[in-house]
C-alpha cells in the first residue's frame, strides 16, 4: 500500500494533479504549513491602484527582474516591483515558492502551495510581469564557472541553516541546498539567457537562492544590486554587482573619507555611540545593543574577578550569520579563530581574556559559541573568562575595562578605536584596513602581533588622528553607507503604514527615497553629495 507521503512524491510529478487538487479539494484555502498571504491580498488593490495613479514616469526605464523567495520577502519584493513599475520600468517579478529554505516539501504540497501564491497575486498583471520559477525551462547543464561554485554556497547555506561553521557535507540539510540551489542554478540561468534583463534586484545575494541568483547574473554579466536591512528604520544596505553583505565601503571611503566631521555630525554620532553603549534606543534605529546599563569598567572588573593584568576583549560575532560566513581571512573559520586564540591564552597567564558571546545568540536556533567552546575545552584557567549570550554584563563595560581588543568582524571592534583602543581585525570587515586598526594577514602575523601588543598596550594606544579617522568613518557608514528606503522587512507592515506607495511617490517621498530607487536600477550610487537631507528623521 502506497503511503500518503509517497503517493504525493509520485502525483508531483505530473502538474495538473496538483492543480486538480486545488481547484476541486482545497478550494483556494492556503495549504497547511505554507505561505499565507491574507495581508498582501487586503492591501495588493490598494498598492495598484496607488501606483498606476503616481505620475512619476523615469527618464530612462529599464528592464528589471526582481527575485525574490520565502512569504516575507516575497511581500517587500512584491510592492518594491510595483513602485519600480509606477516609475516606468519594464518589471518581472520573478520568485519560488519554497516556504522554508531548509525543510524538505514535496512537489505536490509545493505545486499546491504555487498555485495559492499565484491566487493572491496573479492581480498584478500585466503591470508588472509574473514569474513562477517552479516549473520554469532549465538548461541542460551548468557551466563550469558555476558548477565550481555550488559546493561553496552550499556549505555556506549549511552553515546559516545550522549556525555554526563546523558542518557535515554529508548531511540532509546540506544535500538539500546542493539540490536546490543545483535545480534554481539551471532555471535562472535558462530565464536570464533569454529575457537578458537590464539589471538583476535581489535581496541578500549571499545565501539561499538569493545568492545563486546574483552568482548566475554575475555569470553572464548582467548588472545585479543587491540588498538587506540592519538596525535602522527606513535605510537599507545596496550594493551594485557585489555581494551587499560584504559590506564594501571603499568608494564612500574613498570618495568622502578625508572629509572632516561637521558639528552636526560629530553631535550625531556621539549621540548614536552614548545609545549604542546604553540600554537605549536612538532615532531611527530599531535594535537596542544593550539589556543592563553600564556600570562602569572599573566595577566590571572587579565583579568578573579581574586584576592588573593586561586585559584582551574578543567581542564575538553570532555564528552563523551572513555578516560573518566567508569572512575568514587566514583562519578556516570564526571558530577556529576563537580556539586557537584561546590556546594562546592558555600559554600566557600573564595576560587576561575575556570573550564576551553576541547577546543576538539567545534568539537563535542553533549552537551558541558558548557550547563550543565549552565542549572542546572543557574549562578554562582563571586567566580567562567566558561570557554566556545571556551575561548581565554591558560590552561596552568590558570594552572601557579593556586593553585592547581581539575582533574578527564584529562592530564592536570599530567602536573599541574610537576610544583609543588598539584593536587586532582578523576577519574581512568594513572597517579594516581604513587606517585605525591592526590587520593581520597571516597567523604569525597575529600571533607576532598579539605578542608586540600584550607586552605593553598603552603603546599600542591610537593617535589623535587615528580616533578622529575612526569617528569619521564610523559616521560615514552609519549615517551614509545606508540608502533611505521606506520599507523595510522587519516590521514591513508597520513600515507601511507610516509610508503608503502613495506617499512614497509623492514629491516628499520622492525627495527622501528617489534617489534609491533609480540606484536599484542601476544607475550608479552618487557618494560625492550632500547628506543633510538624510540626517535622522523622529
Do not use: C
Not at 552563523?320 to 581571512?329: I, K, N, T
Not at 502613495?502 to 534617489?515: D, I, K, M, P, T
Amino acid at each position: 500500500m502506497i503511503g500518503s507521503d509517497s503517493l504525493k512524491k509520485i502525483l508531483g510529478e505530473f502538474p495538473i494533479t496538483a492543480d486538480l487538487y486545488w481547484r476541486i479539494m482545497q478550494q483556494d484555502e492556503p495549504p497547511v504549513g505554507g505561505y499565507l498571504l491574507d495581508n498582501v491580498k487586503e492591501h495588493l488593490p490598494k498598492w495598484l491602484d496607488q501606483a498606476r495613479a503616481a505620475d512619476v514616469k523615469s527618464n530612462d526605464p529599464k528592464k528589471v527582474l526582481v527575485f525574490s523567495v520565502l512569504r516575507y520577502w516575497l511581500e517587500h519584493s512584491l510592492l518594491t516591483s510595483i513602485a519600480l513599475a509606477a516609475f516606468g520600468h519594464d518589471v518581472t517579478f520573478a520568485y519560488i515558492p519554497y516556504a522554508h529554505w531548509k525543510r524538505p516539501i514535496n512537489r505536490f504540497d509545493l505545486r499546491r502551495q504555487d498555485l495559492y501564491i499565484q491566487s493572491i497575486i496573479k492581480q498584478v498583471e500585466p503591470f508588472i510581469r509574473l514569474v513562477s520559477l517552479l516549473d520554469a525551462p532549465q538548461v541542460d547543464k551548468l557551466p563550469e564557472a558555476l558548477v565550481a561554485q555550488m559546493p561553496a554556497a552550499a556549505f555556506r547555506d549549511t552553515q546559516y541553516s545550522m549556525l555554526r561553521e563546523d558542518i557535515d557535507p554529508d548531511g540532509e540539510i546540506y544535500h538539500l541546498r546542493e539540490e536546490r540551489n543545483n535545480d534554481h542554478a539551471l532555471r535562472m540561468l535558462a530565464w536570464l539567457q533569454n529575457e537578458r534583463p537590464d539589471v538583476v534586484v535581489v535581496p541578500n545575494g549571499s545565501i539561499i537562492e538569493f545568492g545563486i541568483t546574483y552568482r548566475v547574473a554575475r555569470y553572464l554579466n548582467i548588472p545585479v544590486t543587491t540588498f538587506e536591512f540592519g538596525e535602522q528604520n527606513n535605510r537599507m544596505w545596496m550594493a551594485q554587482n557585489s555581494d551587499v553583505m560584504r559590506q564594501d565601503t571603499a568608494d564612500l571611503w574613498n570618495t568622502r573619507g578625508q572629509m572632516p566631521l561637521t558639528d552636526v555630525e560629530k553631535e550625531l554620532i556621539n549621540n548614536l555611540f552614548s545609545s549604542r553603549q546604553g540600554a537605549n534606543l536612538w532615532h531611527t534605529f530599531a535594535r537596542q545593543w544593550q539589556d543592563a546599563p553600564k556600570i562602569g569598567g572599573h566595577e566590571v572588573r572587579q565583579e568578573l574577578g579581574l586584576d592588573s593584568r593586561p586585559l584582551a576583549l574578543i567581542p564575538a560575532n553570532v555564528l552563523g550569520d551572513s555578516l560573518v560566513l566567508g569572512r575568514q581571512l587566514f583562519s578556516e573559520s570564526m571558530t577556529e579563530w576563537l580556539i586557537r586564540t584561546i590556546e594562546f591564552f592558555i600559554q600566557h597567564s600573564e595576560a587576561q581574556l575575556v570573550i564576551r558571546v553576541h547577546p543576538g545568540e539567545r534568539i537563535g536556533w542553533g549552537s551558541s559559541v558558548y557550547d563550543i567552546l565549552v565542549e572542546h575545552f572543557q574549562e578554562f584557567p582563571e586567566n580567562i573568562h567566558l561570557l554566556p549570550a545571556d551575561s548581565s554584563v554591558n560590552t561596552y563595560d568590558l570594552v572601557d575595562a579593556a586593553d585592547f581588543g581581539l575582533v574578527f568582524t564584529t562592530t564592536t571592534g570599530m567602536e573599541m578605536a574610537m576610544i583609543g583602543k588598539p584593536v587586532i581585525v582578523t576577519g574581512y570587515t568594513h572597517y579594516r584596513g581604513k587606517g585605525f586598526t591592526i590587520d593581520p594577514d597571516t597567523w604569525e602575523e597575529f600571533f607576532d602581533g598579539l605578542d608586540q601588543v600584550l607586552q605593553n598596550p598603552k603603546d599600542y594606544y591610537l593617535s589623535e588622528e587615528q580616533v578622529e579617522l575612526s569617528w569619521r568613518y564610523a559616521y560615514r557608514f552609519f549615517f551614509e553607507y545606508p540608502q533611505p528606503f521606506p520599507w523595510r522587512v522587519p516590521y514591513f507592515w508597520e513600515s507601511l503604514k507610516e509610508w503608503s506607495i502613495e506617499r512614497v511617490l509623492s514629491s516628499e517621498g520622492l525627495a527622501r527615497f528617489g534617489n534609491t530607487f533609480r540606484y536599484l536600477v542601476g544607475e550608479p550610487i552618487d557618494w560625492d553629495r550632500s547628506y543633510v537631507d538624510q540626517l535622522p528623521h523622529d
